[in-house]
Every structure is written in structure tokens, then in C-alpha cells.
């Protein structure tokens, strides 16, 4: 098992930063992917961007590439989501994940969630 804890969301203006956070207990998470997906009202749940733990090789959707910065602390076992230049559009639920697949961009591929954090955007 994996318990993820996200922190970090809040009210920003647009153009503006934001840093997530994802503390993640329970488990080694050697060979694991850690993700953050996002979700807005009547909206799918949405790849933003993924990382694989022990190569550090990181992953980004479109909407996103350029703006967002996914790292993680292996000390720490904390995954970040670093977010600038931030736009209206990007307001959702941002939820952290784990799953074994490499690089998925498919939140049917990752097991583990967090509870979300809410980042809201103001134009």
C-alpha cells in the first residue's frame, strides 16, 4: 500500500506560481511512476504530468508543457508539482498518484490516489 498526501493548493492570480506537494508513506516507491492528474467540474480527470521515481525520467501533457515542472525528493519521498505562467483554465482538483506503469498518461494505470488539492486560478 501507498498513502499519498498532497498539499499546496490555493487561490492564485493568473500568471502566477503555485508548488504542489505529495508526501508519499507506506512503501519504497522504487519502480514506481508518481503522477499528477487534475480534475475540473464536468471534466475528465486529466494527465498533467508523471515522473518515474527511480530514473527520474518526467512526462508532461500538452496543456501543460512549459509551465509545469515535476520533481521529486527521494530523501523526502515527496513528489512536486511546480506550476507557473498559470491560466483560468487550469483550475481543477490537482490529485497525486502511483502506479507501476511507465510513464502513463492513463489514470486507469495508476492504483494508488491521494484526497486532491484544490488550485483556483482568478482572472
Known amino acids: 500500500q501507498v498513502q499519498l498526501v498532497e498539499s499546496g493548493g490555493g487561490l492564485v492570480q493568473a500568471g502566477g506560481s503555485l508548488r504542489l506537494s505529495c508526501a508519499a508513506s507506506?512503501?519504497?516507491?522504487?519502480?514506481?511512476?508518481m503522477a499528477w492528474l487534475r480534475q475540473a467540474p464536468g471534466k475528465e480527470r486529466e494527465f498533467v504530468a508523471a515522473i518515474r521515481w527511480s530514473a527520474g525520467i518526467t512526462y508532461y501533457g500538452d496543456s501543460v508543457k512549459g509551465r509545469f515542472t515535476i520533481s521529486r525528493d527521494n530523501a523526502k519521498n515527496t513528489v512536486y508539482l511546480q506550476m507557473s505562467s498559470l491560466k483560468p483554465e487550469d483550475t481543477a482538483v490537482y490529485y497525486c498518484a502511483a502506479g507501476l506503469k511507465y510513464g502513463s498518461d492513463n489514470r486507469r494505470d495508476y492504483d494508488y490516489w491521494g484526497q486532491g488539492t484544490q488550485v483556483t486560478v482568478s482572472s
Open positions: 507506506g512503501r519504497t516507491l522504487s519502480g514506481y511512476t
